[in-house]
Every structure is written in structure tokens, then in C-alpha cells.
């Protein structure tokens, strides 16, 4: 019955929870000093471009052993990583580090130090914090699947990575998740204020439009002017923000939150960007209408699944394993897929999203798809 709700859940665009909360919350001030001067923002990017080097070669490790470990799993599970289709050959780890290496090159170049440096320096603080990038290599793989080119698609996939670290930046302020941490480092109000952490997460949601209009070459207005608006319904009150408005107001009833609102959270407040994402790229790529449509539904599926595992991790994992504080949604009174299913079968919807995502893929070339198949097989495999 769950799954027979589940798959009737996903094929929807947009799903409404029987009841919709209301009402919001506010914030406070900081005491950091402006400081600005050539030579000081000078030294401040040739550190911070060290400590990125090291950080997107730590990412793009952690990635792959999580993916071996997870392929080793389903070895012994009797399941099996890309095999038998044409993607055997596929290297996820050169992949990924080469990806890792593009988009942090292109990310650093998209926020340069200059007056006011102080909000600028928040900026890059969160964007350049490392991360595993799914979101920017999910937007490359679908441009390049139907038969674009990284460059036609690398302005929209550093502006998903922008809109995901706003959504991080507020989505940690004392009014919402209140965390003090994020990817191992001070959350970015912890080091900056909260006047400034709300500003630069403003500031990147604002750049992220600018610079898919400015910087996209070589691709047809009409084309880019539809990523723009699918980028805009993806995070506003049809997307991201809805999802954190019904989360937000969803706390402490866990008792009262069914499978349905939890669905409509997860689909909008995680799935929403990385659908985005997928379908971005691919409409940057040139795809025909059947094949964004296959795009979508994979998207939605890994979105979804994304979610679920973060829900299981949250329990399962510590702080220095999530690289933030363990134990949220406890504390929270969350609803969550395991406080409904329970863990086991929480990994089975995972793991039925999962497949489902891939079948979505199998009228493209295998060779291609590699990339989607083995970002969605991380996505399950997982552990921070």
C-alpha cells in the first residue's frame, strides 16, 4: 500500500498535503569589521584557492570510496553496479575528480573578491566549503547525455551550486535548523553574524540568474530563458521554499504528519534543485521534449531517494560522519521515512527509488547515461 502511494506520489508535478500551515519567524546582528584592500583580497583568494584544491581532491575521494563500498555491498547483496549495459567501463572516480576540479575552477571565478569584500568573502566562504558537487555534475551529465557540451551548461550548473549553498546558509540560521556547523567548518552566521549570512546567501540566489543569462554562450535564448524559469519554480513557493515553509511549520506534530506531506516536503524542498539540475542541463544540451520528460522523472526519483537516505543518515550516522550535527530530526520531533516506515524499509524505497531513476534512463546509450547511473548509485550508497 505505502509503495502503491509512493509510485502514485511521483508521478505527480506538484503534490498538496491535505493541510497547508502558515506563519513565519525572525533574526538578529553581528559585530565583524569591514575590511577591504587590494593586497589583503589577494592573499585571501590565494589561500582560500589552496584550500579548495585540497578540498575538491578530499571530495572527490570520499566520493569514490563511498561508491566502491557501496558497489562491494551490492557484490555481496547479489545486486550489482552498472554492469552488463555498457557501463562497466565507466570511471566513476576520474569522472568525478575531473568534474570536482571543473566546477571549482568555475565556481571561484563566478564570485571574485571586491568591495564590499565582507559580504563577497561570506559568499565564497560557503560556496568554496567542498561538497561533493552532485548538483553542478548532474547538470553537466544531462547536458552531455543528449549530445551538449559542458561548456553550453557549466554557467547553470555553477548556479545550482550557488542556490544550494543559499539554501544551506539560511537553512542553518537560528530561525530555521539553528546549526553551528556545516561540512566539518563554522556554519556561515557562526563565523560571519547573521545580518551577513542572510545577505550573502541573498546575494548568491540573486547571482545564480544573472549568471546563467550572462555567462550562457552559444545556446539559443529561448533555451536559456526556459532553464531560468524552471530554476525559478524549482526554488520558490512552488518549490524549495514550499517545502521548507510545510517542514518548518510540520515540527513537533509528528503524530499528526502522514506519508503524504512527508512526500510533499521532501519532492519540494530537496527534489525540486536537483530536478532543476538535471533538467537544466538537458534543455541547455538541446533535448527533445520525450527525452526531458525520461529526465524528470529520473531526477525526481534520485531527488526523493536523496532525501530518504538523509533522513536514515540523520539517525545512523554522528556529527563527524555528516559533517554536521547528528540527531536534528530527533531532537526536532521530525517526521521522517524511518519514524513512518522504519529503517529497513526506508532503505527498501531508497532502493526502489533508486532503480526506478535508472530505468528512466535506459532508452539513452549506456555509455552516456554512466555518469546519471552512477551519480544516482551514489546517491544511495551514501555516507555524509
Given at each position: ?6 509510485q ?22 553581528c ?68 568534474r ?17 569584500e ?53 537553512d ?54 526556459r ?37 510533499y ?11 532543476a ?8 544540451g ?6 526531458l ?29 555528516l559533517?554536521k ?60
Open positions: 500500500m505505502q509503495s502503491t502511494l509512493l502514485h506520489s511521483l508521478m505527480q508535478q506538484r503534490i498538496l498535503p491535505a493541510q497547508q500551515p502558515a506563519s513565519f519567524l525572525p533574526h538578529p546582528r559585530t565583524v569589521p569591514v575590511r577591504h584592500g587590494e593586497c589583503r583580497a589577494q592573499r585571501l583568494q590565494q589561500r582560500q584557492r589552496a584550500r579548495r584544491s585540497h578540498q575538491a581532491r578530499c571530495a572527490a575521494d570520499t566520493l569514490v570510496a563511498e561508491q566502491q563500498q557501496q558497489t562491494e555491498q551490492q557484490a555481496r547483496d547479489g545486486g550489482a553496479a552498472p554492469s552488463g549495459d555498457g557501463a562497466e567501463a565507466f570511471d566513476f572516480k576520474q569522472y568525478m575528480k575531473q570536482a576540479e571543473l566546477i571549482d575552477q568555475a565556481l571561484d571565478k563566478s564570485v571574485p573578491m571586491q568591495y564590499p565582507l559580504v563577497n568573502e561570506s559568499m565564497r566562504y560557503s560556496l568554496l566549503a567542498g561538497g561533493k558537487r552532485v548538483r553542478p555534475a548532474l547538470c553537466l551529465a544531462a547536458a552531455e547525455l543528449v549530445g551538449g557540451t559542458v561548456e553550453c551548461a557549466i554557467p547553470a550548473a555553477c548556479a545550482m551550486e550557488m542556490i544550494h549553498t543559499m539554501s544551506l546558509i539560511h542553518d540560521l537560528p530561525s530555521m535548523d539553528n546549526d553551528d556547523f556545516r561540512r566539518g567548518v563554522p556554519t556561515n552566521h557562526k563565523k560571519y553574524g547573521e545580518d551577513i549570512a542572510i545577505l550573502a546567501g541573498d546575494a548568491l540566489l540573486s547571482l545564480s540568474f544573472e549568471y546563467i543569462a550572462r555567462e550562457t554562450k552559444g545556446v539559443d535564448p529561448a533555451r536559456v530563458l532553464v531560468i524559469v524552471e530554476t525559478g519554480k524549482a526554488v520558490g513557493s512552488e518549490g524549495l521554499v514550499a517545502g521548507q515553509v510545510v517542514d518548518i511549520k510540520s515540527e513537533g506534530q509528528a503524530d499528526k504528519v502522514g506519508l503524504s506531506t512527508l512526500q516536503i521532501h519532492l519540494h524542498k530537496t527534489a525540486a534543485l536537483l530536478e539540475s538535471v533538467v537544466s542541463g538537458a534543455i541547455l538541446g533535448a527533445s521534449e520525450p527525452d520528460e525520461r529526465l524528470r522523472t529520473y531526477a525526481r526519483n534520485i531527488g526523493l531517494a536523496f532525501q530518504v537516505v538523509d533522513d536514515i543518515l540523520d539517525i545512523t550516522c554522528t556529527t563527524e560522519q559533517g550535527t547528528a540527531g536534528k530530526d530527533l531532537a526536532s520531533s521530525k517526521t521522517t521515512y524511518p519514524s513512518i516506515l522504519g529503517i529497513e524499509q526506508s532503505k527498501q524505497v531508497a532502493k526502489d527509488l533508486i532503480a526506478d531513476a535508472k530505468a528512466a534512463l535506459q532508452p539513452f546509450s549506456p555509455a552516456k547515461a554512466a555518469p546519471l547511473v552512477g551519480l544516482a548509485e551514489y546517491i544511495l550508497g551514501r555516507q555524509n
